[in-house]
């Protein structure tokens, strides 16, 4: 049974394909259409993830009658219940609905669908496929708790808002998923957060994570003038003033414009944001694992990708065991939705996957021909050959790109499509947020050997860098470029078993400079998505600062 799982009614549109009860591709759009997030918002269009739809197959090397059902990660039924309630206007609500109930039309009229009217995709065949929707939210928690290999677990999941849900707590079982608790529009800690990133100058829906990080800068001192914003107590229960909340200035003062000065203000009040998301989350979870017993925790929704506030959950000894859906944003529901359609027709909740290299893959012999049309010098190498000249290079300083393998699903760059540099040279990330158009107050993150975490670092092993972890005193001076201003660091841990080309890297660097610690930050640069083919590689490549690209098995340098 083959089923593709799709998300598209919000940001972050995708696709995840489920072929016998595993998870085999999976890939957001943005990485096809160029634009951040996936769609633009528009009232009179409908961006449904064709590209991603076709990449899939052609992966897979499937046709579209191959496809047994499509699993929607929205319910337009409770979609309708919901305008009940007041909603906010990021959207608009007919269009969106329209485009729900006329799927298979859209599927299969759009002009941009026919251009991959091909020989894997046709208008007759794609009207048969049976199409399922579920609830958002419930496709969230199914993508942590399908995806975790656990047998009970609470699932927590936060965003901005599904149909009506904007909080939710489920306990995950072999027998499915039973929500608990609700908070409704108005709610949301997703928009709580979204409205103080608008307010600070920074983009909603994008730089949640610019905050974060602009958080370690600040003091938590703006708790009086937030509670006319936000108020709970010690169980996480939690009430929006939604009049106050689209009117911050009042309580905040005037709001930040792009481009201008971030002043201490603003970090402190970046600081109290976070520190008061923290305290309702924890307090929150803290009450259920009480109240349930239940000692292991699943999380998704676009709120647990907040790294700083996974780690204080971990920090916290709640849980025995805490699972973060890497791609915790919306693009996950797709995966939550295939999991679900799965287990409507099997009976069975968990879903198998290797890894999160789900995306698409490019032949040596592909990319040397696009590396000969484009009239470039380059070298053919050994994965040894490789492996050594990328050691030596970051060891010099140099500054390097990774386009190798399957692409990463999710918001990280895990080795497959990214740029990678020396952690131990003082001006490492200021050269590096430079090259990528950054602002310089973000920090830039590390992978470590797993079985050498422990000399460096105080918190939880995570191959998908989800949780933050702090810096042990005694090492933060060897590795000054990936430690943040709070002596903290977003670690990735590697195995030779998750990513062997990635490993052997680490070792020989560490052979050269006696650190098995290299930086790893994503292969895109300001403003848009990871890049996802090799033509876009190499451009990148050249119209940045980076020193060199390897590319499959193919090395270039300036």
């Keep these: 049974m083959i089923i593709f799982g799709i998300n598209f009614f919000f940001e972050h549109t995708s696709v995840?394909?489920?072929?016998?009860?595993?998870?085999?591709?999976?890939?957001?759009?943005?990485?096809?259409?160029?634009i951040k997030g996936g769609k633009r918002y528009s009232p009179f269009t409908v961006q449904f993830p064709y590209k991603s739809i076709y990449a899939a197959l052609k992966y897979l090397d499937i046709t579209i009658k191959d496809v047994d059902m499509f699993a929607l990660s929205y319910d337009k039924w409770k979609h309708l219940k919901g305008l009940l309630s007041k909603r906010w206007s990021y959207y608009d609500d007919y269009y969106a609905?329209?485009?729900?109930?006329?799927?298979?039309?859209?599927?299969?009229?759009?002009?941009?669908?026919?251009?991959?009217?091909?020989?894997?995709?046709?208008?007759?065949?794609?009207?048969?496929?049976?199409?399922?929707?579920?609830?958002?939210?419930?496709?969230?928690?199914?993508?942590?708790?399908?995806?975790?290999?656990?047998?009970?677990?609470?699932?927590?999941?936060?965003?901005?808002?599904?149909?009506?849900?904007?909080?939710?707590?489920?306990?995950?079982?072999?027998?499915?998923?039973?929500?608990?608790?609700?908070?409704?529009?108005?709610?949301?800690?997703?928009?709580?957060?979204?409205v103080v990133t608008q307010h600070l100058g920074f983009n909603t829906f994008q730089d949640e994570y610019k905050v974060m990080g602009l958080a370690s800068y600040g003091e938590d001192v703006y708790r009086e003038e937030f509670q006319n914003i936000i108020s709970f107590d010690k169980r996480g229960n939690y009430?929006?003033?939604?009049?106050?909340?689209?009117?911050?200035?009042?309580?905040?003062?005037?709001?930040?414009?792009?481009?201008?000065?971030?002043?201490?203000?603003?970090?402190?009040?970046a600081k109290t944001l976070q520190s008061i998301l923290e305290e309702i989350v924890i307090n929150m979870l803290t009450y259920y694992q009480k109240k349930t017993g239940i000692r292991k925790l699943c999380m998704a929704g676009g709120?647990?990708?907040?790294?700083?506030?996974?780690?204080k959950i971990h920090d916290a000894k709640i849980f025995d065991e805490i699972f973060v859906q890497p791609a915790s944003s919306d693009a996950g529901t797709s995966m939550g939705a295939a999991a679900l359609a799965w287990y409507k027709y099997t009976g069975k909740m968990q879903i198998h996957f290797d890894n999160m290299y789900l995306g698409t893959e490019y032949s040596d012999a592909f990319i040397e021909s696009e590396i000969k049309a484009a009239k470039l010098n380059y070298r053919r190498m050994t994965d040894e050959e490789l492996v050594k000249i990328i050691a030596l290079k970051i060891a010099e300083g140099k500054v390097g790109g990774i386009f190798r393998g399957r692409m990463e699903a999710g918001p990280r760059a895990l080795g497959n499509r990214s740029v990678i540099a020396n952690p131990a040279m003082n001006n490492m990330l200021e050269r590096i947020n430079h090259i990528k158009g950054r602002e310089m107050f973000r920090p830039i993150a590390p992978i470590v050997k797993e079985n050498r975490f422990d000399e460096f670092f105080i918190g939880e092993k995570n191959q998908y860098m989800l949780f933050t972890c702090m810096v042990k005193p005694e090492v933060k001076d060897k590795i000054p470029a990936i430690t943040h201003v709070d002596c903290t660091s977003r670690v990735q841990t590697m195995t030779p078993k998750?990513?062997?080309?990635?490993?052997?890297?680490?070792?020989?660097?560490?052979?050269?400079?006696?650190?098995?610690?290299?930086?790893?930050?994503?292969?895109?640069?300001?403003?848009?998505?990871?890049?996802?083919?090799?033509?876009?590689?190499?451009?990148?490549?050249?119209?940045?600062?980076?020193?060199?690209?390897?590319?499959?098995?193919?090395?270039?340098?300036k």
Excluded: W
């Design 303 to 311: 709120v647990s990708l907040n790294c700083v506030l996974n780690g």
């Design 498 to 557: 998750i990513n062997p080309f990635v490993y052997r890297i680490l070792d020989e660097f560490e052979k050269i400079t006696g650190i098995p610690i290299i930086i790893n930050t994503s292969l895109n640069f300001r403003g848009k998505p990871i890049v996802e083919n090799p033509t876009d590689a190499v451009g990148n490549f050249y119209s940045s600062g980076l020193d060199f690209l390897v590319i499959g098995n193919y090395f270039l340098e």
């Design 97 to 194: 609905l329209r485009a729900l109930f006329h799927t298979k039309r859209i599927l299969s009229s759009n002009y941009e669908m026919l251009q991959y009217m091909t020989d894997r995709m046709n208008t007759f065949e794609l009207q048969k496929i049976p199409i399922l929707c579920f609830d958002h939210h419930l496709s969230h928690a199914a993508s942590a708790y399908c995806y975790s290999d656990f047998d009970e677990s609470l699932v927590f999941v936060a965003d901005c808002c599904g149909e009506k849900s904007c909080t939710s707590l489920y306990i995950g079982s072999n027998q499915g998923l039973k929500k608990i608790k609700s908070f409704n529009i108005p709610n949301s800690l997703g928009i709580f957060y979204s």
């Design 16 to 34: 995840s394909v489920i072929e016998d009860g595993k998870l085999v591709f999976s890939a957001e759009e943005e990485r096809f259409s160029g």
């Design 239 to 269: 009430k929006l003033n939604e009049k106050n909340m689209f009117r911050l200035d009042a309580f905040l003062g005037p709001a930040r414009k792009k481009g201008e000065e971030i002043t201490q203000k603003h970090k402190n009040i």
